[in-house]
């Protein structure tokens, strides 16, 4: 590679910094009694603590990361070190284990394994492909020459654009199909905790209090929990919220979703045909949306647009 490929423009140099600061849940995902379920694939920063298994397409794991159940997937599968899998631990392709990685059940692997020093499998493995002992390349690194390689390739264009269309203000026309849990995140049944904003798909199933610095969900998902936020928090149509909603920011509620707790926050904006069953406080004031404004509203951003 020669050093202008190396260089690399402030914009690309940030794009893995974006993709792992904000906890993306994907649509359709569902967090079933002891499963999260992703249509997509799953990447884990360091340090996180999933009290649950999980099924998806593919799953990278960081380092320290622990999976309370089953890590189930129908593509590779990478575990980077000291990281725990409390159940089994599944493949229909490949697998990379990296060194002091403890998995409690069975290694079941249909393509090739390639497993790091001192890694403890309590219940057996069964690999239909090549085993190499050796330490697979760190997630975070392969992570890295992943996205190096798409820009190298000149592929930079498509992936700016796929992070600005998933992190974009519209998020109702966002399809998302990775799910990212960032460092240091603890999820359970109880609570879902992450370190900055939260950003949920449409169609999703979600179990747990949500603690962010702010967040933005699309339509038709379901939330067992409440939600707390230091920023704004955005719902968009058709969702139901099973608990309060309390930011120091901004809260606005699009049409038709549910709210059964309460809502305390900055400023309030409610669309006529949403629903809150509890108490709404905001010392900035209330807003009540009507329909026929938002339909204004988006004549106007069409005129902007042309």
Not at 240 to 250: A, D
Not at 282 to 296: H, N, T
């Amino acid at each position: 590679m020669t050093p202008t490929e190396s260089s690399q423009s402030p914009e690309r140099e940030n794009i893995e910094e974006d993709v792992f600061k904000t906890f993306v849940v994907p649509d359709k995902t569902r967090m079933e009694e002891h499963t999260i379920v992703v249509d997509g694939d799953v990447i884990v920063g360091n340090h996180s603590d999933i009290r649950y298994g999980i099924i998806s397409n593919s799953s990278i794991l960081g380092e320290r990361v622990e999976v309370a159940g089953d890590l189930i997937s129908r593509s590779d599968v990478r575990v980077d070190i000291w990281s725990r899998i409390g159940g089994n631990l599944k493949t229909d392709t490949n697998a990379y284990i990296g060194e002091f990685v403890t998995i409690e059940g069975k290694l079941v692997v249909k393509g090739d394994l390639d497993v790091g020093n001192d890694v403890k499998i309590n219940g057996g493995f069964e690999a239909k492909g090549w085993i190499v002992v050796r330490n697979p390349v760190p997630v975070i690194v392969y992570l890295y020459l992943y996205i190096s390689e798409l820009l190298r390739l000149g592929k930079d264009e498509q992936v700016e654009k796929a992070l600005s269309e998933l992190f974009e203000d519209d998020k109702e026309t966002v399809s998302i199909n990775s799910m990212i849990i960032p460092n240091g995140s603890k999820i359970s049944m109880d609570s879902i905790r992450v370190p900055s904003k939260a950003l949920i798909g449409s169609g999703c199933r979600l179990v747990g209090n949500i603690r962010a610095t702010s967040l933005e969900m699309a339509n038709d998902t379901i939330l067992y929990g409440s939600i707390r936020t230091i920023h704004d928090v955005m719902l968009g149509r058709n969702n139901i919220i099973h608990g309060n909603i309390v930011s120091r920011g901004n809260v606005y509620i699009s049409e038709k979703t549910h709210v059964l707790g309460e809502i305390n926050a900055q400023t309030i904006k409610i669309h006529e045909s949403a629903r809150v069953d509890g108490i709404m406080r905001a010392s900035g004031g209330i807003v009540f949306e009507r329909e026929d404004e938002k339909v204004l509203n988006e004549k106007q951003l069409m005129q902007l647009n042309i």
